[in-house]
């Protein structure tokens, strides 16, 4: 497995009056240097323990990449219109 490349950040999750959101705080230039075609893709996940700070979660860089195989297949199956039920 790839070590995991952490972004900075504060995440904290906090209970408002419809329910329970994020609040999330990333360093641009840490962002700025894992986009990829002008996306950036984390991953976020519970800490074990609130930091001294309270934050509740963390992120890493989400470096999945479906293998070439799966994405030629979707590309040939989404151009044929035949197979459509309408």
Partial sequence: MAEKNYVASSIKK????????????????????????????????????PSEKGATHYAYENTYEPPKKDIEEVKTNSSSDEDLPF
Avoid at 23 to 43: C, M, P, T, Y
């Fill in 14 to 49: 906090v209970s408002g009056q419809y329910g329970d959101f994020f609040n999330a705080n990333f360093k641009l230039e840490d962002l700025q240097k894992i986009a990829k075609r002008g996306w950036v893709s984390i991953v976020i996940s519970e800490r074990r323990e």
